[in-house]
């Protein structure tokens, strides 16, 4: 395998790398600008997001992340009111976009004028824009996470930073993938005649979860049917659900046991607290990022309906581009370059596109990049493993992964773990020591 140095004129760094189509790149970027800024006092509003086929890499101005992050660190470091926030009202910056999807999934969209329908979009992305702030903030600062409870540690001069560390930053309460298991193995304990009906109500429930984009496909009957006949037969199975939930009450006992230790003051409690709960909420942003595609889902289905694409081909549009398809179902646009690769540039809510000539003059110009024969990063659990190396660059393919398989992925998801366990090693090109990869490969001893 090789890696990606990558230097430039405009000083774009990469960060990530995602399945993602046009609408989504375009709410995530403007996301992280102004609604932003508005709840966190702070922003990156300049993006580049390059699609060389399946998966899309997105890339930030270097002096903006320089200055986001020396700003996010002393706010958690420095800043209660921050803290407070974090630890007591997180998931109230969800709400009001919640109750959106509600009032949303009431409506008829098909007895909307088109006027009201690209109204009604419009008055849908106002809404997201917070709801996504909120996902995107503890994606954006694990790094900052991490030092600011090392400085935060050695200030108390704890002797054992490491295993401090481990404890902060632990599942202290279920996510919604253990949720989800729990509530199945209840079903698995009802009798057989009950079965039936809960499992219906479950897969309504629990159908959004792998929704990571809107043309993403919900989880079927059949899906959760095989889990419960699993669970049936399986004992083991049981067991590992059982296994996951103590440990996360195991984890909370710890972590009240750190938090109560005397060198521990009232202002370092808040901070580690805040830490912990934003730790926790790494996983949680899947949960209301697939609840967004989910719902919102309904507007792009009745979008594509009427400009006669299907929903995927409508995710490639830029949103003035679906006004025009509206007002002129018969309006050709070739996506069939953007397809096979596209550079969206958002700055400072500005949105523009580039495909072809255009795109591959703009990144020779502005993205050099050089291969080297060599892999750097950091080791979670050390060791020597041989086995297949699986690519996942989508989530629809983690099904392909094997026992014992390498399993080399831009990251992983909660909903992976299932797979994960068949893995001899994993690879990931993002996050550091407090990301999913990273967490769940402790716990599998991977």
């Known amino acids: 395998m090789n890696e990606r140095t990558i230097t430039n004129t405009d000083n ?23 609604p932003f800024e508005k709840i966190f006092a702070t922003s990156l509003d300049s993006w580049l997001y390059v699609s060389r086929g399946e998966a899309v890499d997105f890339y930030a101005k270097e002096d903006q992340l320089q200055t986001f992050s020396i700003y996010m660190k002393r ?15 997180y998931e109230q910056l969800y709400q009001p976009h919640l109750r959106f999807l509600n009032q949303l999934d009431k409506m008829d969209l098909a007895k909307l004028s088109n006027d009201e329908l690209i109204l009604l979009l419009d008055q849908y992305r106002k809404s997201l824009c917070p709801y996504g702030s909120a996902i995107w903030l503890v994606v954006t600062i694990e790094k900052e996470m991490e030092e600011v409870a090392y400085e935060t540690f050695k200030n108390m001069k704890v002797n054992d930073i490491e295993k401090w560390t481990s404890t902060l930053f632990s599942l202290t309460q279920p996510n919604y993938i253990l949720e989800e298991e729990l509530a199945l193995l209840q079903i698995s304990q009802l009798s057989a005649q009950k079965q039936e009906a809960a499992l219906h109500e479950h897969a309504k429930k629990f159908e959004y979860i792998p929704l990571y984009d809107y ?35 195991q984890n909370a006992k710890k ?28 996983d949680q942003r899947s ?28 995710l490639f549009l830029t949103d ?10 018969n309006k050709q646009i070739d996506l069939e370059p953007r397809r096979k690769g596209y550079a969206l540039i958002v700055e400072h809510g500005r949105v523009e596109l580039l495909t072809g000539k255009s795109m591959q003059d703009y990144l020779k110009k502005n993205l050099f990049e050089e291969m080297k024969n060599q892999i750097t990063g950091l080791s979670v659990t050390p060791g020597f493993v041989k086995g297949v190396a699986r690519v996942i660059l989508h989530p629809s393919e983690i ?7 390498i ?13 994960m366990k068949k893995c001899a090693a994993i690879v990931t090109d993002e996050g550091g020591m407090l990301c999913h990869a990273a967490i769940v490969s402790r716990e599998l001893n991977i």
């Open 215 to 249: 043309d993403y496909e919900p989880y079927s009957l059949a899906y959760f049917k095989k889990r419960l006949d699993e669970l049936n037969t399986d004992p083991n199975a049981k067991n590992h659900i059982a296994e996951k939930e103590k440990n996360v009450k």
């Open 407 to 419: 399993l080399v992925t831009p990251m992983t998801r909660p909903d992976y773990v299932s797979f």
């Open 399 to 405: 099904s392909k992964i094997q026992q014992n398989d």
């Open 320 to 329: 003035e581009e679906i006004t025009e398809k509206l007002n002129n179902p």
């Open 12 to 34: 774009w760094i990469k960060q990530w790398s995602r399945g993602m189509k046009i609408q989504r790149g375009i709410f995530y970027a403007i996301a992280i600008g102004k």
């Open 287 to 314: 949960h209301y990022r697939s609840i967004d595609s989910y719902m919102g889902k309904k507007i792009y289905d009745e979008l594509a309906s009427r400009v006669k694409l299907s929903l995927s081909n409508l």
């Open 255 to 282: 972590l009240e046991q750190l938090l109560s230790t005397p060198i521990i003051n009232e202002k370092e409690k808040l901070r580690l607290r805040m830490l912990n709960a934003l730790f926790n909420h790494k």
């Open 75 to 89: 706010k958690l470091m420095e800043d209660e009111s921050f803290s407070h926030l974090i630890v007591s009202n």
